[in-house]
């Protein structure tokens, strides 16, 4: 199986992972790295500090980046909470704070 490793970015740093994670393909790296980010936004909220900003960089053993993660876009997206095919919290209420939809006449 190949590794993966989650660099995380921010607007004057990056903080590389030396270790990586070995896991079946690209689809579980993108997964680890939502939760991630999720993790990052929680601590953020919890002990303050902007929760947008930072990205994860996935990138293979060579080093190339395969794929990046925003934790903006893991929040909030295009106006809505964030959401995947395969988030766990997707048995969550769906109503949207940001932009509640009116009542059905």
């Given at each position: 199986m190949p590794r993966y490793f989650f660099n995380v970015r921010?607007?004057?740093?990056?903080?590389?992972?030396?270790?990586?994670?070995?896991?079946?393909?690209?689809?579980?790296a993108?997964?680890?790295?939502?939760?991630?980010?999720?993790?990052?936004?929680?601590?953020?909220?919890?002990h303050g500090g902007a929760v947008n900003g930072r990205i994860i960089e996935i990138s293979g053993e060579d080093g190339k980046v395969l794929a990046v993660v925003k934790t903006g876009e893991v929040l909030i997206k295009e106006g809505r909470f964030g959401r995947f095919s395969d988030d766990v919290t997707h048995s969550a209420p769906v109503t949207n704070p940001i932009s509640p939809k009116p009542p059905e006449k």
């Open positions: 921010d607007e004057t740093e990056i903080s590389c992972d030396p270790e990586g994670q070995v896991l079946p393909d690209l689809d579980a993108r997964r680890e790295a939502v939760n991630s980010a999720r993790e990052m936004i929680g601590e953020r909220v919890l």
